[in-house]
């Protein structure tokens, strides 16, 4: 593992407030509990579109129409879960990053199902919908991971 990755790691977790996190019995699961909530907002309107983009749900709106509908929730939902998924991180951030499974989803899947989503809202077509899908679900996927092997 790279020497200043770690150093800015072990910087970040003794921080004043990354330190209280970690020592109160309650913050830590509160900012789990903010960081789940967030992902399920911002997700569950993604997966939205890109059911509508399959052509499952009602065709009372274009997926494009449906997507402008949900952007306001998007942000909201991602803005929650970078916040609380920061602070979560701060906590415990040289734990982080030498856990694969944390790494697959932060630095491989997320970037890449991120991306795939901006092209899903340029040019939408069924194929890019079930591609983003099978994306988030993989975040999803390792996101499990990760709280599998971090099991005290």
Request: glycine share 10%.
């Given at each position: 593992m790279?020497?200043?990755l770690?150093a ?6 003794n921080t004043s407030?990354?330190v ?5 019995a309650l913050a ?5 509990w903010?960081h789940f909530v967030g992902?399920s907002i911002?997700?569950?309107a993604c997966?939205?579109v890109?059911?509508?983009l399959?052509g499952v749900?009602p065709?009372?709106?274009?997926a494009a129409?449906?997507?402008n509908g949900l952007?306001?929730?998007k ?5 929650v ?12 951030a040289?734990?982080?990053v030498s856990?694969?499974?944390f790494l697959?989803?932060?630095a491989?899947?997320t970037?890449?199902a991120?991306?795939?989503h901006l ?17 988030w ?16």
């Amino acid at each position: 593992m790279n020497d200043v990755l770690l150093a800015a790691c072990g910087w970040l977790e003794n921080t004043s407030w990354a330190v209280s996190i970690r020592e109160s019995a309650l913050a830590y699961p509160i900012l789990q509990w903010v960081h789940f909530v967030g992902l399920s907002i911002w997700l569950g309107a993604c997966l939205a579109v890109d059911l509508r983009l399959i052509g499952v749900g009602p065709r009372r709106q274009t997926a494009a129409e449906l997507s402008n509908g949900l952007r306001g929730w998007k942000w909201i939902g991602f803005g929650v879960a970078f916040v609380g998924g920061f602070l979560l991180f701060a906590a415990y951030a040289t734990m982080y990053v030498s856990n694969t499974a944390f790494l697959l989803k932060v630095a491989v899947l997320t970037p890449f199902a991120l991306i795939s989503h901006l092209v899903v809202q340029k040019r939408a077509g069924a194929w890019t919908g079930a591609i983003e899908f099978v994306l988030w679900i993989s975040v999803v996927a390792a996101a499990v991971g990760f709280l599998l092997t971090n099991v005290s």
